[in-house]
């Protein structure tokens, strides 16, 4: 069952009936893939309503395992978290949230997908503890020494292993169904939305909190930062995947407003500053520091690509954002160019190092996935080919990413070593 099929059966409600019961989420998909073509008929309406109705009446009946399995792993990735307070680490010395936060984070978003989804099997159960102990064990064995730059990139990329090593876990270790790994995507962002506002009423109720206890002369600052913000900042990405999975009609919503109010304002963006730096003259082949803001700035505007694109098929305005989008990867490759020069001049100046390498592989596999998906984006905006063929390209590319993660955080301290 796809998108066409669904539309050419949009007058039969016979039809619909029937492929409602044989595959569900397929029906959702399609019905949700030709929102823009079919919104006025009354059949789609209903089905909508159809649809959102019962998914109002799944979350109003949340099961308790689900509950459990939320409190069990957000109690475990919080102790985790807190264990430099329980056994006296330093953790300034030993690194400990640089190497560990990101591990105890995605172990406890893992034991959550896998409690609610009552994952067995002593395969996958094996697969799952040696992705999480490998890294834990290797990264942990690693000198605590902050000057060295090889060491320093493992930490910043074992987050980045860390998602794609999730992402397997949430499709059910099902890596070749290209479809999950779309899924995935949109997912995270929906994951990243929601983490985001956690994180902000968080603040917000600390600050409150503190302000309060601090009028009648006592002072908490110190303990609910130690205690509530810190295990409150590992929880929340839990607290936002339950919140995902049983209430969809509203975090679905999320994602495609802000993508389609976001991504034209990053275009702007990064126009003006594009003609910025040509009229200022900026070199970014002497100014290491601004090549860095090119590369940081890179990898942002790439993930606003990626989840933009993922959400679009979902939007109402799909001809307008689809447009926006393919502007902003052509806009996005043409400083990726010039950050690839600036590499590449630095690269026969001063040698290479483990910094260089990581910036000039990064910015190359960036740059062949940009170059794809600008193809696909002009395919799909000049010749009206659908906008799922995008987010194929982007899920295919997924494992590029992961190889790369994996060669940075286990052979970069081993091939350079303090270099």
């Not at 997912?187 to 409150?208: C, E, F, Q, V």
């Not at 979902?314 to 307008?320: D, G, I, L, P, Q």
Request: charged share 15%.
């Amino acid at each position: 069952m796809d998108e066409n099929h669904v539309k050419e059966n949009m007058p039969d409600p016979d039809e619909l009936e029937r492929m409602y019961h044989e595959d569900r989420k397929a029906f959702e998909k399609g019905l949700s893939e030709i929102e823009s073509s079919e919104e006025n008929g009354p059949l789609y309406r209903f089905w909508k309503i159809r649809l959102d109705y019962d998914k109002r009446l799944i979350a109003s009946r949340i099961p308790a395992t689900e509950i459990i399995a939320l409190v069990i792993a957000c109690f475990i990735a919080g102790m985790l978290i807190k264990l430099p307070a329980f056994l006296n680490i330093d953790t300034e010395k030993t690194l400990f949230y640089e190497r560990n936060a990101a591990l105890i984070a995605f172990l406890g978003l893992s034991l959550f997908i896998y409690w609610s989804d009552r994952v067995t099997g002593w395969k996958y159960l094996l697969i799952s503890s040696v992705f999480f102990l490998a890294p834990v064990v290797y990264i942990n064995l690693l000198p605590p020494f902050v000057g060295y730059r090889s060491f320093n990139l493992a930490y910043i990329y074992l987050p980045l292993m860390l998602w794609c090593i999730y992402g397997i876990i949430y499709m059910g270790f099902d890596v070749k169904d290209i479809s999950k790994r779309s899924e995935y995507i949109r997912y995270n962002g929906d994951l990243a939305i929601l983490t985001g506002l956690i994180m902000i009423a968080l603040m917000a109720l600390a600050a409150i909190t503190i302000a309060l206890f601090s009028v009648i002369g006592i002072s908490v600052q110190k303990l609910y930062q130690e205690t509530i913000l810190i295990i409150g900042a590992v929880s929340s990405p839990i607290v936002a995947a339950f919140i995902i999975r049983n209430y969809p009609f509203v975090t679905n919503k999320l994602a495609p407003i802000i993508a389609t109010i976001f991504s034209p304002f990053v275009l702007i963006t990064l126009i003006v500053y594009l003609v910025t730096v040509i009229i200022t003259k900026k070199d970014p082949f002497n100014d290491r520091n601004f090549l860095m803001v090119i590369n940081l700035m890179l990898t942002g505007v790439m993930g606003v690509i990626v989840f933009s694109v993922s959400e679009v098929s979902v939007s109402r305005r799909k001809r307008f954002n689809s447009m926006v989008i393919f502007i902003l990867a052509v806009v996005t490759a043409l400083i990726n160019i010039l950050a690839l020069s600036a590499i590449f001049y630095r690269l026969g100046e001063y040698g290479i190092s483990s910094n260089r390498a990581a910036v000039t592989v990064s910015n190359l596999l960036i740059f062949v996935n940009l170059i794809l998906i600008t193809i696909d984006l002009y395919k799909v905006n000049f010749r009206n080919e659908a906008i799922t063929k995008v987010e194929v390209t982007i899920a295919k590319y997924l494992p590029v990413y992961f190889i790369w993660t994996i060669i940075v955080v286990f052979g970069f301290p081993l091939i350079f070593g303090a270099g």
